[in-house]
Protein backbone atom coordinates (compact mmCIF):
# COMPACT_ATOMS: atom_id res chain seq x y z
CA UNK A 1 0.00 0.00 0.00
CA UNK A 2 1.31 3.25 -1.06
CA UNK A 3 0.56 6.02 1.83
CA UNK A 4 -0.27 9.32 1.06
CA UNK A 5 2.74 11.96 0.86
CA UNK A 6 1.14 14.14 4.30
CA UNK A 7 1.02 10.79 6.11
CA UNK A 8 5.14 10.17 5.28
CA UNK A 9 5.69 13.44 6.56
CA UNK A 10 4.38 13.31 9.67
CA UNK A 11 6.40 10.54 10.18
CA UNK A 12 9.15 11.67 9.39
CA UNK A 13 8.31 14.64 11.98
CA UNK A 14 7.58 11.85 14.52
CA UNK A 15 10.97 9.73 14.32
CA UNK A 16 13.13 13.77 14.61
CA UNK A 17 10.75 14.71 17.36
CA UNK A 18 12.28 16.61 20.49
CA UNK A 19 9.87 15.91 23.89
CA UNK A 20 12.23 18.30 26.04
CA UNK A 21 12.02 21.69 22.66
CA UNK A 22 8.73 20.61 22.64
CA UNK A 23 7.53 21.39 26.73
CA UNK A 24 9.56 24.51 25.84
CA UNK A 25 7.72 25.35 22.33
CA UNK A 26 4.10 24.96 24.68
CA UNK A 27 5.30 26.96 26.86
CA UNK A 28 6.84 29.45 24.82
CA UNK A 29 3.60 29.66 22.05
CA UNK A 30 0.74 29.71 25.07
CA UNK A 31 -1.05 26.50 24.57
CA UNK A 32 -2.10 26.10 28.26
CA UNK A 33 -5.96 26.40 29.11
CA UNK A 34 -7.00 29.65 28.03
CA UNK A 35 -4.33 31.21 26.58
CA UNK A 36 -3.86 31.84 22.87
CA UNK A 37 -1.95 28.69 21.87
CA UNK A 38 -4.45 26.60 23.75
CA UNK A 39 -4.55 23.04 22.28
CA UNK A 40 -1.31 23.38 19.87
CA UNK A 41 0.52 20.48 20.44
CA UNK A 42 4.33 20.47 19.30
CA UNK A 43 6.89 17.57 18.77
CA UNK A 44 10.29 20.09 19.22
CA UNK A 45 11.79 20.53 15.83
CA UNK A 46 13.32 23.12 15.09
CA UNK A 47 12.90 25.52 12.38
CA UNK A 48 15.85 24.47 10.10
CA UNK A 49 14.61 20.77 10.17
CA UNK A 50 10.98 21.93 9.19
CA UNK A 51 11.98 23.90 6.26
CA UNK A 52 14.49 20.50 5.17
CA UNK A 53 11.55 18.05 5.59
CA UNK A 54 9.32 20.69 3.66
CA UNK A 55 11.95 21.15 0.67
CA UNK A 56 11.27 17.15 0.34
CA UNK A 57 7.71 17.36 0.40
CA UNK A 58 7.65 20.36 -1.73
CA UNK A 59 5.17 18.70 -4.15
CA UNK A 60 2.29 18.34 -2.29
CA UNK A 61 -0.82 18.82 -3.70
CA UNK A 62 -3.66 21.89 -2.32
CA UNK A 63 -5.35 18.98 -0.77
CA UNK A 64 -2.47 16.83 0.81
CA UNK A 65 -1.68 20.71 2.40
CA UNK A 66 -5.17 21.01 3.77
CA UNK A 67 -4.63 18.11 5.55
CA UNK A 68 -1.59 19.05 7.10
CA UNK A 69 -3.39 22.54 8.42
CA UNK A 70 -6.00 20.29 9.69
CA UNK A 71 -3.81 18.80 12.14
CA UNK A 72 -3.66 19.75 15.69
CA UNK A 73 0.79 19.22 15.33
CA UNK A 74 2.02 22.85 14.68
CA UNK A 75 4.88 21.81 12.69
CA UNK A 76 2.63 19.84 10.38
CA UNK A 77 0.88 23.27 9.94
CA UNK A 78 4.16 25.25 9.79
CA UNK A 79 5.24 22.74 7.08
CA UNK A 80 2.24 22.99 5.33
CA UNK A 81 2.33 27.04 5.02
CA UNK A 82 6.25 26.85 4.06
CA UNK A 83 4.99 24.30 1.05
CA UNK A 84 2.29 26.42 0.00
CA UNK A 85 4.23 29.68 0.05
CA UNK A 86 7.02 27.85 -2.27
CA UNK A 87 4.04 26.94 -4.63
CA UNK A 88 2.82 30.19 -4.23
CA UNK A 89 5.74 31.52 -5.94
CA UNK A 90 6.48 29.33 -8.45
CA UNK A 91 3.16 29.23 -10.34
CA UNK A 92 1.55 31.86 -12.70
CA UNK A 93 -1.52 34.67 -11.67
CA UNK A 94 -4.45 32.45 -12.07
CA UNK A 95 -2.66 29.65 -9.91
CA UNK A 96 -1.60 32.35 -7.49
CA UNK A 97 -5.48 33.32 -6.96
CA UNK A 98 -6.22 29.75 -6.50
CA UNK A 99 -3.72 29.83 -3.41
CA UNK A 100 -4.87 33.17 -1.89
CA UNK A 101 -8.45 31.65 -1.98
CA UNK A 102 -7.69 28.47 -0.31
CA UNK A 103 -5.23 30.63 1.83
CA UNK A 104 -8.65 32.93 3.14
CA UNK A 105 -10.53 29.41 3.54
CA UNK A 106 -8.43 27.47 5.61
CA UNK A 107 -7.52 30.69 7.50
CA UNK A 108 -8.71 29.95 10.56
CA UNK A 109 -6.08 26.85 10.76
CA UNK A 110 -3.25 29.70 10.55
CA UNK A 111 -3.76 29.70 14.23
CA UNK A 112 -0.78 30.70 15.92
CA UNK A 113 1.30 33.77 15.45
CA UNK A 114 4.48 32.41 13.67
CA UNK A 115 2.43 31.08 11.44
CA UNK A 116 0.29 34.33 10.35
CA UNK A 117 3.80 35.78 10.20
CA UNK A 118 5.31 33.44 7.60
CA UNK A 119 2.87 33.20 5.57
CA UNK A 120 0.18 36.60 5.01
CA UNK A 121 3.08 39.09 3.71
CA UNK A 122 4.27 36.31 1.26
CA UNK A 123 0.59 35.14 0.10
CA UNK A 124 -2.20 37.76 0.81
CA UNK A 125 -0.03 40.74 0.83
CA UNK A 126 1.55 39.61 -2.39
CA UNK A 127 -1.68 38.67 -4.05
CA UNK A 128 -3.46 42.33 -3.59
CA UNK A 129 -0.23 44.28 -3.54
CA UNK A 130 -0.96 45.01 -7.44
CA UNK A 131 -4.87 44.58 -6.77
CA UNK A 132 -7.23 48.17 -6.25
CA UNK A 133 -9.68 46.07 -4.04
CA UNK A 134 -8.19 45.44 -1.04
CA UNK A 135 -11.18 45.04 0.70
CA UNK A 136 -10.72 41.48 2.20
CA UNK A 137 -8.34 42.64 4.40
CA UNK A 138 -10.87 45.49 6.00
CA UNK A 139 -12.94 42.33 6.50
CA UNK A 140 -10.50 40.18 8.11
CA UNK A 141 -9.49 43.12 10.34
CA UNK A 142 -12.59 43.54 11.26
CA UNK A 143 -13.26 39.90 12.42
CA UNK A 144 -13.80 38.00 15.51
CA UNK A 145 -11.00 35.90 14.67
CA UNK A 146 -7.83 36.42 16.81
CA UNK A 147 -5.28 35.18 13.76
CA UNK A 148 -7.43 36.48 10.75
CA UNK A 149 -7.14 40.29 12.74
CA UNK A 150 -3.58 39.29 12.59
CA UNK A 151 -3.02 38.07 8.76
CA UNK A 152 -4.98 41.57 7.74
CA UNK A 153 -2.25 43.60 9.48
CA UNK A 154 0.73 41.43 8.65
CA UNK A 155 -0.31 41.28 4.88
CA UNK A 156 0.29 44.94 4.55
CA UNK A 157 4.36 44.31 5.34
CA UNK A 158 4.40 43.35 1.61
CA UNK A 159 2.88 46.80 0.81
CA UNK A 160 5.37 48.59 3.04
CA UNK A 161 8.91 46.94 1.30
CA UNK A 162 6.88 48.78 -2.07
CA UNK A 163 6.45 52.21 -0.23
CA UNK A 164 2.78 52.04 0.13
CA UNK A 165 1.56 52.75 3.37
CA UNK A 166 -1.68 53.87 3.51
CA UNK A 167 -3.47 50.43 4.41
CA UNK A 168 -0.79 49.74 7.04
CA UNK A 169 -2.26 53.25 8.78
CA UNK A 170 -6.16 52.30 7.89
CA UNK A 171 -5.84 48.72 9.93
CA UNK A 172 -3.82 49.76 12.40
CA UNK A 173 -6.86 52.12 13.36
CA UNK A 174 -8.99 50.09 12.94
CA UNK A 175 -7.38 47.36 15.30
CA UNK A 176 -6.17 49.89 17.99
CA UNK A 177 -9.44 48.89 20.27
CA UNK A 178 -8.57 45.75 20.58
CA UNK A 179 -7.71 43.93 23.24
CA UNK A 180 -5.19 41.29 22.50
CA UNK A 181 -1.30 41.85 22.89
CA UNK A 182 -0.56 40.38 19.93
CA UNK A 183 -2.29 43.03 17.93
CA UNK A 184 -0.77 45.50 19.72
CA UNK A 185 2.81 44.00 19.04
CA UNK A 186 1.61 43.58 15.21
CA UNK A 187 -0.06 46.72 14.78
CA UNK A 188 3.73 48.61 16.38
CA UNK A 189 6.17 46.39 14.43
CA UNK A 190 4.27 47.47 10.93
CA UNK A 191 4.84 50.62 11.64
CA UNK A 192 7.95 50.55 12.80
CA UNK A 193 8.45 48.63 9.29
CA UNK A 194 7.05 51.64 7.91
CA UNK A 195 9.46 54.29 10.06
CA UNK A 196 12.27 51.60 8.37
CA UNK A 197 11.18 52.93 4.72
CA UNK A 198 10.02 56.76 5.46
CA UNK A 199 10.13 57.72 9.28
CA UNK A 200 8.41 61.00 8.20
CA UNK A 201 5.30 59.10 7.42
CA UNK A 202 5.32 57.20 10.55
CA UNK A 203 6.03 59.82 12.80
CA UNK A 204 3.30 61.92 10.55
CA UNK A 205 1.05 59.27 11.42
CA UNK A 206 2.32 58.99 15.11
CA UNK A 207 1.84 62.65 15.97
CA UNK A 208 -1.97 62.21 15.15
CA UNK A 209 -2.43 58.82 17.03
CA UNK A 210 0.27 57.88 19.59
CA UNK A 211 -2.30 59.23 22.13
CA UNK A 212 -5.28 56.70 20.97
CA UNK A 213 -3.19 53.78 20.01
CA UNK A 214 -2.83 51.28 22.37
CA UNK A 215 0.94 51.68 24.76
CA UNK A 216 2.15 48.29 23.48
CA UNK A 217 2.06 49.13 19.99
CA UNK A 218 3.06 52.26 20.71
CA UNK A 219 6.56 51.25 22.50
CA UNK A 220 7.04 49.02 19.09
CA UNK A 221 6.54 51.54 16.92
CA UNK A 222 9.09 53.94 18.12
CA UNK A 223 11.54 51.08 19.10
CA UNK A 224 14.19 52.27 17.03
CA UNK A 225 14.24 56.08 17.91
CA UNK A 226 16.88 57.84 19.83
CA UNK A 227 16.23 57.89 23.15
CA UNK A 228 14.70 61.73 23.82
CA UNK A 229 12.34 61.18 20.80
CA UNK A 230 11.46 57.98 22.52
CA UNK A 231 10.74 59.52 25.53
CA UNK A 232 8.84 62.48 24.07
CA UNK A 233 6.36 59.74 22.49
CA UNK A 234 5.73 58.17 25.66
CA UNK A 235 4.84 60.82 28.29
CA UNK A 236 1.47 60.93 29.24
Same mark, same amino acid.
Given at each position: ?????? %??????????????????? @?????????????? +????? %???? @?????????????????????????????????????????????????? %??????????????????? %???????????? +????????? @?????????????????????????????????????????????????????????????? @????????????????????????????????????
Amino acid at each position: MILPES %IKLKKELKRVANPKRAKTS @QRFFKTGRGEYGEG +DVFLG %INTP @QQRKIAAKYNNLSLTEIKKLLKEKIHECRFIALVILIKKYQKVEQKEKKQ %IFEFYLNNSKKINNWDLVD %ISAPKIIGDYLL +DKKNKKILY @QLAKSNNLWQKRIAILATFSFIKNNEFEHTFKISKLLFNDQHDLIHKAIGWMLREVGNKNQK @QEELFLKKYSKQMPRTALRYAIEKFDEKKRKEYLEP
